[in-house]
């Protein structure tokens, strides 16, 4: 009996020892024993996504605080300075607090509805540093907290973007107050209904990479709106109302530039091929804006200024933002120069035309180069133009999917449009929109912070 037990047990060793030379030999492994199907399609967090993404938040923070206040500081006058960094400053503190109390929730919350996502998020309700957010990649996922401060970030810059169309000559309870109703009647639905799986925009299959629709469209008709209804700067027309630093605009515009790879490349939520190409489209569209809107001022003016590279480089940010993940690089070099030449033509000629005071121009850069860009990135977008073709590849229609872009373009002009006009109606009759004649020829920096930004 023991010799059998000690054949066998020979055997068996031996039949394993063969079959691991087999495997070495032909690279083969022994099958594995096999493993319940929730393991083999259970979410992954890959730690450089979560890192790149971090990053990414910190630099659309960057873009905001300091680069749009400087930007936009160093174009008002001297007297209004610190009232613009200040309006920067509590715009974003403001909507931080609002995104946490029921604006992600709004937004990204679980209310199968086309047009908000509900409050069952309200106050973070069910998220913890467990909780994870989906990718662009089916079983690839991040921390939820993680997306929910990404997000949050482009909440932020959207509001503080329009107080640039009527800088110099608003109240700043006013400002405070219009942000908190405008996120809550514009933003949050509009971000829900182009970026949410059950949203209305989304459902249509437009394409919105990073926020042309979402974050400048919607920027731009409300300062468009604001502009109008906050009227004209005292003294326009008759005073020296030239930027009064144009060294730190420039600083502000560089610092976008740079904090723009976060709201671009970030908005592809993964480490991947994707970012990559995303990122390489914002140096191109950008560069391509910069010398076309430099070339338009050389033919138009005999010089090119510092202030029109600055808003070129601006628009060719703007008209990427939709468009960073689908577009080649050549054809994002295209795309830039168009919305930089249109751009150029709604400040230069359009705005002296019709005589409203957007008086940093938030309606020609980001609105016009929203609507170039949103446009644009389904035709762009086509691989014959050398696009990715999105999801249909080779089967991209262009003429459908332009015409679904300008659908996406027309519900946000509406929806903000009339939402914006509302608010700010309310906003006067609560606190009025206007600071006195005699407080804004002070300026707003001692009439509403009682400090200046520089000294004799």
Not at 184 to 195: E, K, Q
């Amino acid at each position: 009996m023991n010799w059998k037990k000690l054949l066998f047990a020979g055997g068996l060793v031996a039949g394993l020892a063969a079959t691991a030379a087999f495997a070495q030999d032909t690279g083969v492994a022994p099958a594995p024993e096999a493993v319940p199907d929730t393991a083999a399609v259970a979410d992954a967090m890959d730690k450089g996504d979560v890192a790149w993404m971090l990053i990414s938040t910190a630099l659309v923070l960057f873009m905001i605080l300091p680069g749009l206040a400087l930007f936009y500081g160093g174009l008002v006058r001297a007297k209004n300075m610190l009232s613009v960094l200040m309006q920067c400053t509590m715009i974003t503190a403001v909507v931080m607090i609002v995104w946490t109390l029921y604006g992600y929730s709004m937004a990204f919350g679980d209310a199968p509805s086309a047009f908000w996502g509900g409050l069952g998020k309200a106050f973070l309700s069910g998220v913890d540093a467990s909780s994870m957010a989906a990718t662009f990649t089916k079983g690839v996922v991040i921390p939820e907290y993680v997306f929910i401060a990404f997000q949050m970030t482009f909440a932020c810059i959207t509001p503080a973007l329009i107080v640039g169309a009527f800088a110099e000559r608003i109240k700043f309870s006013a400002v405070i107050l219009f942000t908190i109703l405008w996120v809550t009647v514009v933003y949050f639905p509009i971000a829900h209904m182009v970026w949410d799986s059950d949203g209305l925009i989304y459902g249509w299959g437009a394409l919105d990479f990073a926020g042309g629709t979402v974050v400048h469209i919607n920027a731009g008709i409300a300062a468009l709106i604001g502009s109008l209804l906050v009227g004209k700067r005292t003294g326009l027309g008759r005073d020296n109302m030239a930027p009064h630093s144009m060294t730190l605009t420039m600083v502000g515009a560089s610092i976008l530039w740079v904090g723009w790879f976060g709201f671009n490349a970030g908005s592809n939520l993964e480490a991947n091929g994707g970012a990559a190409l995303a990122m390489m489209n914002t140096f191109t569209a950008t560069a391509g804006a910069i010398v076309a809107w430099s070339l338009i001022e050389t033919v138009t003016r005999g010089k090119a200024s510092m202030l029109g590279a600055a808003s070129g480089l601006v628009a060719g940010l703007v008209a990427v933002t939709p468009a960073a993940g689908t577009v080649g690089p050549v054809g994002a070099i295209v795309l830039g120069a168009i919305a930089s030449i249109i751009c150029y033509f709604f400040v230069a000629t359009v705005k002296p035309k019709f005589g409203y005071d957007d008086s940093l121009d938030v309606f020609g850069i980001h609105g016009i180069g929203g609507i170039v860009g949103a446009i644009g990135t389904g035709i762009f977008t086509a691989p014959s133009l050398g696009g990715t073709g999105a999801a249909a590849g080779a089967d991209y229609a262009l003429a459908s999917q332009t015409m679904t872009q300008i659908w996406a373009v027309l519900v946000t002009v509406v929806w903000c449009g009339v939402g914006s006009a509302i608010i700010y109606a309310i906003v006067k009759a609560v606190f009025g929109l206007r600071p006195t004649v005699e407080q804004e020829r002070e300026g707003l920096d001692l009439a509403y912070h009682g400090e200046a930004a520089y000294h004799s």
